[in-house]
């Protein structure tokens, strides 16, 4: 199915593998997507589940072609169904039509007829019996081994990752695996097989990248409480801390976690907490001291369906709102949003380096649907700027740690430093850290925190924008892939459109944003979540026009790139959010 195009162009092709929680589909996805990187291809592979710790259903979903993939598509070319059982779990999520394939074993029981329904054709081959026919065989590696065929993929590179994967158990197991993945390759149907190419890719979690990110900005202490999405986060990052002379500290609940890295980073120790929603909620207090004693520290939320324990296991971005007003009393701090999986790396180095800068809060947001995704890309990027904390030196006095600098930024002493004694806490203080009540202090200080950050110069890191052309689409985090698919799409039909991809959301780039929507005739706002939580922040902040309209879909079916575009061109009237 890869054969190429009349433009020479080898087209994208997307792999859904669904069955029972424990068939093996995630495993059997994440092979698949080793494969596509080792024949030189970019890929993407996200995945979905019930809440249930063991069983339940299960789906892994692999988007890969000749260039870089960030969103999944509108339809799903093949299906490969290693049972059938709580399939309907997965109509919605898994969009079949009548150019669709579906690949399944007629003795694990007939195709549903909702399946059928899509008009897709079944291809069915004997994968149980293929699998029995050799000792310890796995029914989801001869489905491999057929959807790889039919993918037009190199059977070597399925055999070099499988050995990769399953070598980790035994060599047994590794050899089992490969025998199954020749049965089912050679029963499959004949397609092209693409040559393997030796082009260096990196295959990453957006949560490993997130903590990639992390390190290379510097953090040496993470505090935190396992919630899903965000625990790969940690479970990556602990023994790679160590390495680097830092560490990851488990705490009893996401109060002590924030308070813990306050006290690291208190003490010099660039510091960090991974959570999600509920997690986040928790932490709120803890972040309004940090704001308030301008202590840097950063939060790497990964969104879940909510609120509270919601959908854990799916996608949503609806932690905007509290990441922007969360926080009690006037707290300005910084919020961010990672727009892809490899952008998880520059986006969260960049806001360990801005948090130290500044001395303030930095909250990153990803989600679901970017922490648990995996990708095929090239190496990321890494930010040359250090952007290092402002530090007193032995020699300041009298100390100040809280001067009314121009900048809003002043030196931050460590503790046990000479001369360098300052109180730090939660109440309101005067230039030397005295404790106040004073309503100048009060106003003085406030405007300090604020000024800090409203005129750092952020450059134009702000956000990502590609494309030009009258249609504007403006968007956030994990929705920007299917965003600028859409944009691609629209522009390819004579409709020609740009996408906006905050990057740095709060504070606002007030300037930027009017300059990169100028000219623009319809401007529709995208993102995942029921409320339209970016749209109307963005008019709260006066910084769209009032014909502007919204796109908001709630989790966790995703975003694709079709729905967008026909929202885009659709009359403005048929936005419930339109503004009149």
């Not at 979690?205 to 990639?212: R, T, W």
């Not at 006066?542 to 694709?560: H, I, T």
Request: with cysteine.
């Amino acid at each position: 199915m890869l054969q190429e195009s009349s433009s020479g162009q080898r087209p994208r092709l997307s792999i859904a593998i669904t069955g029972s929680g424990g068939s093996g589909a995630v495993t059997t996805g994440s092979i698949l997507l080793a494969a596509v990187a080792r024949a030189g291809f970019y890929g993407l592979m996200t995945r979905s589940a019930g809440p249930q710790i063991r069983g339940g259903e299960s789906a892994a979903m692999v988007r890969f072609g000749p260039s870089p993939v960030n969103s999944i598509d509108d339809r799903f070319d093949i299906l490969v169904a290693l049972d059938w059982l709580n399939i309907s779990r997965f109509l919605d999520e898994i969009p079949l039509d009548g150019s669709s394939l579906i690949l399944s074993d007629p003795a694990g029981g007939a195709v549903p007829p909702a399946i059928l329904a899509s008009g897709a054709q079944v291809v069915a081959l004997p994968l149980k019996a293929m699998a029995d026919a050799v000792a310890g065989g796995r029914l989801n590696m001869a489905a491999l081994g057929a959807a790889g065929a039919m993918a037009g993929l190199p059977l070597a590179a399925l055999e070099i990752e499988a050995r990769a994967t399953l070598g980790k158990k035994s060599a047994s197991v590794a050899d089992s695996a490969v025998a199954c993945l020749q049965a089912g390759y050679a029963a499959a149907p004949g397609q092209p097989v693409a040559e393997m190419a030796g082009t260096e890719r990196w295959n990453m979690s957006g949560n490993e990248a997130s903590g990639l990110g992390a390190l290379r900005g510097g953090i040496r202490f993470v505090a935190a409480y396992p919630i899903t999405p965000a625990t790969e986060m940690l479970e990556w990052l602990a023994p790679r801390l160590e390495k680097v002379g830092g560490g990851l500290l488990q705490a009893e609940d996401e109060l002590a976690s924030v308070n813990m890295i306050i006290g690291g980073s208190f003490g010099g120790v660039p510091s960090m907490t991974a959570t999600s929603g509920p997690g986040l909620s928790l932490m709120m207090e803890g972040l309004g001291l940090a704001v308030a004693s301008e202590t840097p520290i950063v939060v790497a939320n990964v969104m879940r369906g909510g609120p509270s324990t919601g959908i854990p296991t799916k996608s949503e971005q609806s932690d905007l709102n509290i990441a922007l007003y969360g926080f009690h009393g006037d707290a300005p701090h910084l919020v961010l949003a990672a727009t892809d999986i490899r952008d998880c790396v520059f986006t969260t180095q960049w806001a360990v380096r801005l948090a130290e800068h500044l001395q303030t809060v930095a909250i990153v947001l990803t989600d679901q649907a970017l922490g648990q995704s995996r990708t095929i890309c090239a190496p990321p990027a890494s930010f040359p700027d250090p952007l290092p904390r402002l530090t007193a030196e032995p020699g300041d006095a009298p100390y100040r740690r809280y001067a009314l600098t121009e900048s809003g930024i002043s030196p931050m002493a460590l503790p046990g430093q000479v001369g360098g004694i300052y109180t730090a806490d939660g109440l309101e203080h005067n230039p030397r850290g005295t404790p106040s009540s004073m309503a100048k202090d009060h106003a003085a200080q406030s405007e300090k925190r604020q000024r800090k950050l409203q005129n750092f110069a952020y450059g134009d890191s702000w956000a990502e924008i590609s494309g030009t052309g009258p249609i504007a689409l403006v968007t956030w985090g994990s929705a920007t892939g299917a965003v600028v698919e859409a944009a691609e799409r629209l522009t390819a039909a004579g409709q020609p459109a740009r996408a906006i991809a905050l990057r740095l959301i709060a504070p606002l780039r007030h300037a930027d944003l009017a300059q990169a929507l100028a000219g623009a005739e319809e401007i529709l706002v995208v993102e995942q979540n029921q409320g339209a939580q970016l749209f109307h922040y963005l008019h709260a902040e006066q910084a769209l026009p009032a014909r502007a309209r919204s796109l908001a879909q709630p989790g966790p079916l995703p975003l694709r790139p079709g729905d967008i575009v026909t929202a885009a061109l659709a009359r403005p009237a048929a936005s419930p959010h339109q503004e009149q």
